[in-house]
């Protein structure tokens, strides 16, 4: 598998970046980013984070000044191509570099930031996003504006950028950062792990996680392992699948995440091939209220450990974003159903994947429960405020249980397969999709006329009949 594919020129011109309305203050529109070096020191004892933020970019328009998100952390030296600003300013979550020299539209630039202090979330109307110190380490939630809790950025989600994230920590933790590590050295009581990312990757989608962590492969998911059942001639290599957890929680961990190798190829069916090189499960000693998708890396809490459906759609849903959100990851908050009402759907077809309900029991069950609450939700436009409604997860599922119904399974999946492969490590949009639909799927109605009611009205449309495959 490539790790230097890169988004298309088709793509990268239809998501041209737009400021963000549902976080207004996050992201510039005046450059754009290819690479992040973080050079950071964490000390866990006193929750300090030190690091050298080392940014590569593209002027879009001719720059007197460079607007940063960095939220909580303090820069003390701030250079621009090596030279000294004249001078710097933080408010409200931005850091302002007001420039010596302006630097020249369509010119590349280097932005070097050294900072500190100590971390922490930062609180909105979703909750606590960021940086958070657990009972015996560090856990990131980025999504959808906790980036710059812990790095200077760009933070808007069609940033996509290459990383080296370098992590110097105390000895017996282990910091998981996405992509693949490629250092690790010892020095007395601190150790430093480096990692590279070379797929593009949106800033809420960096993460590390840092704790007592041992690492081991899920069995049967090491490189060269045969699947589940054997190998025929011919069978795909399975994708190393990894577990990051405390010593005295592997049994669980194993028991819990016992599907997961099915579950992985139940989704490459479905979807393609899998976008990344490897997958790591983050396993925290601490309770959490939701999991989290990073690129490459799900994390779940202790208690996600549990036996049952909702744990386990929890884990088929974390590893669908893999698919959708990490690899083909929305240009605008707006248009949030493609990311979870697509994980929302893989849950359904776990379930029958797995012998449980199937995807249609699933959708009807759903469409019910959303028929007894009050329509007041457009979810192809939710609002910053209910962007994270679980009708938008729900109402999104069913929007693509409609699409299956009306066009046969063996046309639906065709379908999600090539939008997968054509906007691989790419920024999607909904009239990206709207028109990928119309070019794949026979349905009786253009995809817009099919789509619309059930993304931008608020009542809620009856499923279709099933067409014959």
Request: charged share 20%; glycine share 8%.
């Amino acid at each position: 598998m490539s790790h230097t594919q890169q988004t298309d020129t088709s793509t990268a011109a239809e998501a041209s970046f737009i400021p963000d309305a549902y976080v207004p203050r996050s992201g510039s529109a005046d450059y754009r980013v290819t690479h992040y070096d973080l050079d950071l020191d964490c000390k866990l004892g006193g929750n300090r984070l030190d690091g050298r933020a080392t940014i590569t970019a593209v002027a879009l328009v001719e720059l007197h000044r460079i607007s940063l998100d960095l939220s909580g952390l303090r820069a003390s030296r701030c250079q621009v191509n090596g030279a000294k600003v004249a001078r710097s300013t933080q408010k409200a979550g931005k850091l302002e570099l007001h420039l010596v020299t302006p630097v020249p539209a369509g010119e590349q630039f280097t932005v070097e930031i050294r900072y500190g202090g100590v971390p922490n979330v930062r609180d909105g109307i979703w909750g606590e996003v960021g940086w958070e110190e657990l009972t015996d380490g560090v856990l990131v939630a980025g999504q959808p504006n906790g980036a710059p809790t812990w790095f200077p950025c760009n933070d808007h989600p069609s940033q996509k950028a290459s990383y080296r994230i370098s992590v110097n920590t105390d000895a017996g933790y282990r910091p998981v950062c996405n992509g693949k590590l490629v250092d690790r050295q010892r020095r007395s009581s601190r150790e430093r792990w480096t990692y590279e990312v070379n797929e593009p990757m949106a800033t809420y989608l960096a993460t590390m996680q840092i704790g007592r962590y041992e690492l081991r492969s899920l069995a049967g998911t090491e490189a060269g392992a045969a699947p589940l059942g054997g190998r025929h001639a011919g069978a795909p290599v399975p994708v190393p699948q990894l577990v990051a957890s405390n010593t005295s929680q592997l049994r669980r961990v194993s028991s819990a995440l016992a599907d997961q190798p099915r579950m992985m190829e139940t989704f490459i069916e479905a979807f393609g091939p899998y976008p990344f090189e490897d997958y790591t499960v983050v396993v925290t000693e601490d309770d959490l209220e939701i999991p989290l998708e990073a690129h490459g890396i799900s994390i779940l809490g202790n208690n996600h450990l549990l036996p049952g459906w909702e744990q386990q759609r929890l884990i088929a849903h974390e590893l669908s974003h893999q698919w959708f959100g990490n690899s083909l990851t929305v240009g605008s908050w707006e248009d949030i159903w493609l990311h979870e009402g697509f994980a929302c759907y893989a849950e359904w077809i776990w379930s029958e994947a797995s012998g449980g309900p199937s995807a249609d029991s699933r959708a009807r069950d759903a469409w019910a429960m959303i028929e007894s609450l009050e329509q007041d939700i457009a979810i192809g436009a939710p609002g910053p405020k209910d962007m994270f409604d679980d009708r938008v997860y729900k109402r999104g599922a069913l929007t693509l249980h409609a699409l299956r119904l009306a066009s046969g399974d063996r046309a639906f999946f065709a379908m999600l397969r090539a939008w997968t492969g054509a906007r691989r490590h790419g920024t999607v949009t909904y009239r990206l999709f709207r028109d990928h639909v119309d070019a794949h799927l026979p349905t009786a109605l253009s995809a817009e006329a099919f789509l619309e009611p059930w993304l931008f009205e608020k009542a809620l449309p009856a499923l279709p009949a099933p067409a014959a495959n």
